[in-house]
């Protein structure tokens, strides 16, 4: 048992498999055990989640609808733009007049209603001691007041929390933002390695009296659609929710999840056919994925292999034209591409410790409810707006934490629905356009 647990780790960290034991009873299945008992590591194609997937969802478990394909067609039209995409997130304008009057995608536009709440405890408060005693003022607690030291105290008390909560608020949007930021580097990372594999093979493609030769060209145009069936491929499997873009009527459209929709009844793919019929994907290569019999979830880096064993080929065959240098780089980017994609859902699946969240979350709630205690016995009918304001920014903060800590949309984890997400339209887009350029580009060249 000491020389079998190593192996049997290894391979548990490496590949997520389903552990099947043919003495773990009810555990076991005739594909993956064994007769000598020893145990076999197997994918199953429908129990298998990656960690960016999120749970099943219903929809999943029945047959393909009219509605699905539908919500598939809807998506595909996105995935196969090449303009037209909003920006990646919501526009900054350099104007302070403008930033004023700015009031979509702001904390006022989504935490507006949750400070008037807040403004009402103070409220009642001016009016429950005015009604106690009529001739008080309204600016202040008079220090006669029998309710005026009580409340000093707790005025005390809240600027102590209020000294914690803001340190502790400010370092969280910190921490998240950084995480947002990284979030964002690594999806143009992958942009950016997908455009240098074409880059090097467009560089590299043979050529025969200055034009390419259709062997070359057949190989490019090939590998830049192979390119941008992975990054959609890739998305769909990050992307779950039907938020995928910034635009206002992003609600509407449907998730780009839907390409790796599985059909457990008839066991076809119906994503992959409406790409087939869009000429996305081959009838030889939809055939192959499916009858793999891998998750959904791994396609995207079935079609990296099937790029990377096309280089291969074409440099065997001379399609390519490039010595060991060549071949050494244009390896190492599909590497540094396959390392960028899976970098993404690990991030996301370790983007904050639940005890973090829930401590910030916990002191600005406390914070805010004493609010209106702690500031009453020294602003007095100022209490009011104050509170308010407190309750915007402060919980605007909180909020905007966690926003960042959702950057494709997936879980919605602001309650507000305040939202930070990349719009992943943009950057499929932008990917199809880039995949044009390369091998347009090696069509002519200015010299010999």
């Known amino acids: 048992m000491r020389r079998l647990a190593l192996p049997v780790l290894l391979a548990t960290a490496t590949a997520r498999p389903t552990l099947v034991r043919s003495e773990w009873k009810g555990a076991s299945s005739p594909e993956a055990d ?85 403004m009402l405890v103070p ?54 933002h950084d995480f947002w930021r990284k979030s964002y580097s690594l999806t143009r990372s992958v942009q950016g390695r997908l455009n240098d594999i074409g880059l090097l093979c467009a560089t590299h493609a043979c050529r025969q009296d200055g034009q390419l030769t259709d062997e070359a060209t057949q190989f490019l145009e090939d590998t830049a659609r192979n390119l941008r069936l992975m990054h959609c491929l890739f998305y769909a499997d990050v992307c779950y929710r039907k ?68 280089i291969a080929s074409a440099t065997r065959k001379g399609i390519l034209v490039g010595g060991s240098g060549f071949e050494k780089q244009v390896l190492e980017k599909c590497c540094d591409l396959r390392a960028a994609c899976m970098t993404i859902p690990d991030e996301l699946a370790a983007r904050m410790p639940l005890a973090y969240v829930h401590f910030t979350h916990c002191l600005v709630d406390i914070l805010l409810l004493i609010a209106p205690f702690g500031l009453f016995a020294n602003l007095g009918c100022f209490s ?42 943009c950057l499929i887009g932008e990917t199809n356009a880039g995949s044009l350029v390369w091998p347009q580009g090696a069509k002519l060249v200015p010299f010999d």
């Open 34 to 118: 064994g007769d000598d008992g020893k145990v076999n590591l197997v994918l199953d194609q429908l129990a298998y989640r990656s960690a960016s997937q999120g749970p099943v969802m219903p929809a999943e478990l029945e047959p393909a609808s009219k509605d699905d394909y539908d919500e598939i067609d809807s998506v595909i039209e996105r995935a196969c733009r090449t303009h037209g995409w909003a920006p990646v997130i919501p526009q900054y304008k350099r104007s302070m007049q403008w930033a004023w009057q700015q009031w979509e995608y702001t904390i006022a536009e989504r935490l507006w209603k949750s400070a008037c709440y807040n």
């Open 123 to 176: 409220l009642l408060l001016l009016l429950a001691t005015h009604w106690a005693h009529p001739g008080m003022a309204w600016w202040y607690l008079p220090k006669t007041h029998s309710l005026y030291e009580p409340f000093v105290a707790i005025s005390h008390g809240w600027n102590y929390l209020l000294t914690l909560a803001t340190f502790v608020t400010t370092f969280f949007v910190g921490h998240s």
């Open 243 to 310: 938020v995928g873009t910034t635009q206002p009527q992003a609600s509407s459209m449907g998730s780009i999840r839907m390409l790796l929709s599985f059909d457990r009844v008839a066991r076809t793919a119906p994503g992959l056919v409406r790409l087939r019929d869009r000429g996305m994907i081959t009838d030889r290569e939809y055939d192959t994925l499916v009858s793999l019999g891998l998750p959904p979830a791994r396609w995207y880096l079935v079609v990296l292999e099937w790029v990377v064993a096309r």
């Open 384 to 425: 009011i707006p104050m509170t308010g304001l407190f309750a915007l920014f402060y919980r605007g903060l909180l909020e905007l934490s966690k926003s960042f800590l959702d950057p494709f949309g997936n879980r919605r984890v602001s309650i507000s629905g305040l939202s930070a997400d990349i719009n992943i339209d």
